[in-house]
């Protein structure tokens, strides 16, 4: 980790701390605290309740069914960080084939996903804003979305996948900086979902949630894992790890609601979707499973190569 990256992860957590602490200062927060365990809980349920029924009241009221579904799907798929998290809480490690066969399936439906949920449809959608045109809106969407990821990789302080086994003996600080990195490539994953639903076909959506869904179990082991060869308590890594997926809801609802008000750049946002997927796997994801030699790289290429003809054989069902 650079100098200039150690700054800016120290500006940042100072800031989440400050912020923590302005809270914890609240009298709102003094007071629930004060309540009785199962009176404080049952409130705090309450509360969460009554905050979705206004953000889905408001979403159907604005946008439609539509979006009310996609911003839905785009919350289930990042809840599945937190069902990958799972296993950490009965193994403090698992095997690097397990590991990367589990990496090299996640890219394989990643790479379906992108082709025949997102550029597929979205030349389609091109061609009928711009006759004969659409791959060409869509190619633009797709460097646009990887430049955006470059950027956002340059500017924040993380460390990459490709150092995820080390991270399971390694510091603090590091293992913070790789949970930021996969709260980063969320973002732009849940936005994919948003914009696969807001071309108004329910299959190509329930298609790319599940898919970002498969693809989010991997993601949450190997956050979790770290955190509890830290001695994190086992529950809370696994919290931590479903936080870092519950971004993608946020990408999702710009997603959708972006392209429900603004349908002529559908093309180009599901090519931006396409093109910050594909960057995720190639600079991420295959690079981590290839890192070694003999078996290790073999169990994740055949790995790739199942998930991919699962996604294909999923999509051409749902079609």
Do not use: C
């Not at 080390?166 to 994919?192: C, Q, Y």
């Not at 869904?213 to 082991?221: A, D, F, T, Y």
């Not at 070694?292 to 999923?314: C, K, P």
């Amino acid at each position: 980790m650079t100098t200039i990256q150690d700054q800016k992860f120290k500006k940042i957590q100072g800031f989440l701390e400050a912020q923590v602490v302005k809270a914890m200062a609240s009298p709102y927060y003094r007071k629930l605290m004060a309540l009785p365990p199962t009176e404080r809980w049952a409130t705090i349920a309450g509360l969460f309740l009554l905050s979705q029924l206004i953000i889905f009241g408001a979403l159907y009221l604005i946008f439609g069914k539509v979006v009310v579904i996609g911003f839905l799907a785009s919350i289930l798929a990042g809840l599945a960080t937190g069902v990958g998290a799972l296993p950490a809480l009965f193994f403090r490690n698992i095997s690097n084939n397990l590991f990367n066969g589990m990496l090299g399936a996640a890219a394989g439906v990643m790479l379906a996903a992108t082709a025949f949920s997102l550029l597929v449809p979205g030349i389609g959608f091109g061609n009928a804003v711009w006759a004969g045109k659409g791959i060409y809106l869509v190619s633009f969407g797709m460097l646009i979305g990887a430049l955006f990821l470059h950027y956002a990789d340059r500017q924040l302080p993380h460390v990459h996948f490709d150092q995820v086994s080390d991270l399971r003996k390694t510091s603090f600080g590091k293992i913070w900086l790789f949970i930021v990195a996969i709260t980063i490539h969320n973002f732009p994953e849940g936005m994919s979902v948003g914009v696969s639903f807001g071309t108004g076909e329910m299959k190509t959506g329930i298609v790319l949630a599940i898919a970002i869904g498969l693809q989010n179990i991997p993601e949450g082991l190997a956050v979790a894992l770290p955190l509890v060869g830290l001695g994190y308590d086992k529950w809370r890594a696994v919290a931590i790890a479903t936080l870092t997926g519950l971004v993608e809801p946020v990408g999702g609802l710009l997603g959708i609601t972006m392209v429900t008000v603004f349908q002529p750049i559908l093309p180009v946002a599901m090519g931006f979707a396409a093109g910050a997927m594909l960057f995720v796997i190639s600079e991420e994801i295959i690079p981590e499973t290839h890192g070694g030699a003999g078996e290790r790289s073999r169990y994740a290429t055949f790995a790739l190569m199942f998930g991919f003809i699962l996604m294909m054989i999923l999509d051409n069902m749902l079609g």
